[in-house]
């Protein structure tokens, strides 16, 4: 298995010098590679199934990205094999009137995980450090107040038995192009385009810029970020599996012991 | 395939002349039944991306039945093909303090599908109007009150867009004996057991027949329920995938049509 430790965001990271075409993580051929996911995706959910059994911790797993960067796919995939009872997804959109009238956590700490649940955030409180940086509706200051303020929520979710995993789906501006075109040009894909997404796009550069800003702020020894590689889907896929079946091999779930009290118990 | 008519409840239903063991809905081998209902599965999921892609409507599947009956490992099973980004599910326990200070279907209406979704309730508002009448906490005008308020709030949901699919999953007091000390038996299950079980098998007739008298007045034509032989685990599978999958079919999805302002938009 290749090493995380290229990806994983400390002081000195660089997004640019991570390759969005990269696959350290892809071996084999390409069925190989299914195979792979596939027995990945399976011992997911054996892991998951214990967590459930075990009823004391979560997990949490963070998506980000640009458009089209792949955070439904992962979804998809790398949750092939697990039911639906174990994992949960939530969607965070533009925010709502409700949720503008609160703090910008508040909506995400309404849906962290429940113990033995994996929730996958599909976008999170971390578009409220990259949309109004980009936009200019906060200043600097803000920004870092909003990194310390995430840190301390995270480290909040952690200290009470949430296991969080962040990814950043790394693609580049030539990648997004090719599927936003293929967005357009194939009639059963259309209704995923949306205007908006180019508007988005022509500010890539300030995007990578707030990433790269936000991802070192908040990559915390409790909570780190991983950047994945995400040109390729198979391998995003991949990693990002084999960076959950690690933390959750290392969280050495297991049932809790039998109860002494119904050995030997017959059932009327 | 078999037909659902016999499954269906209407007015002259009688719960106890349907055979928990029977298996009409199984065809062929072992290997066979996995492969169809692997098949099912694969078509479940290609049916929930359009019901997304349509974007207009959402599906409510209700699952019942007594402790140890399947509604887990019907979920499991029925969605293993599904991405948790379309399939939510929600368990009801007991009501806690703050959904007992409101109606009983308040937790309900709070947690139902929104468009494009499949959304699960293992248990749900039924328990209202089984659990109170076996204790008697409630008589029976108040049960009447109550199927009659629940074949309301279905005929809304049924009205704004949501196709509710209910089934009743049904074994007997034998399999239900086996299924718990299988449960007390094995380390690794233990923790699904609770001494609560043993204290609702108790009552077993009398859930019976609250199940036959609740089927009877809430089997409408909008909101139809349909009792499901389930002491075979495969069976129980099969038919309710297959019920889902035809009711899907009924629905008709399609993506929205092309947008003409889109035709030949190149991406820069």
């Not at 700490?109 to 509706?137: K, Q």
């Not at 950047?227 to 390729?232: G, L, Q």
Request: charged fraction near 30%; aromatic fraction near 8%.
């Amino acid at each position: 298995m290749a090493s995380f430790k290229k990806y994983r965001v400390g002081g000195k990271f660089r997004l640019s010098h991570i390759d969005p075409d990269d696959t350290p993580f892809c071996e084999g051929d390409e069925n190989a590679q299914r195979t792979e996911l596939d027995a990945l995706a399976v011992e997911l959910d054996e892991l998951q199934d214990l967590l459930n059994a075990e009823g004391k911790r979560k997990l949490l797993l963070v998506l980000q990205g640009m458009d089209t960067s792949g955070k439904d796919g992962t979804v998809r995939w790398v949750f092939s094999r697990t039911s639906p009872l174990g994992v949960r997804v939530t969607a965070f959109k533009a925010p709502t009137v409700d949720e503008r009238a609160r703090d910008y956590l508040w909506r995400c700490h309404a849906v962290v995980p429940r113990t033995g649940e994996i929730m996958v955030w599909n976008r999170s409180h971390y578009e409220d450090v990259l949309v109004p940086v980009v936009e200019g509706w906060i200043d600097k200051a803000e920004a870092k107040r909003r990194y310390a303020q995430i840190n301390d929520f995270e480290r909040l979710l952690t200290e009470t038995g949430t296991v969080v995993v962040k990814c950043m789906l790394h693609i580049d501006k030539d990648e997004q192009r090719e599927r936003l075109q293929a967005r357009i040009d194939t009639p059963g894909k259309q209704w995923k385009f949306s205007m908006d997404d180019l508007e988005v796009r022509t500010k890539w550069s300030a995007y990578q810029q707030a990433y790269q800003n936000a991802l070192v702020a908040t990559s915390t020894d409790h909570a780190p970020w991983h950047v994945v590689p995400a040109n390729s889907k198979r391998h995003r896929n991949v990693m990002i599996a084999q960076l959950l079946v690690k933390t959750m091999r290392q969280m050495k779930l297991k049932p809790p012991p039998p109860d002494p009290a119904l050995k030997g118990m017959i059932v009327k």
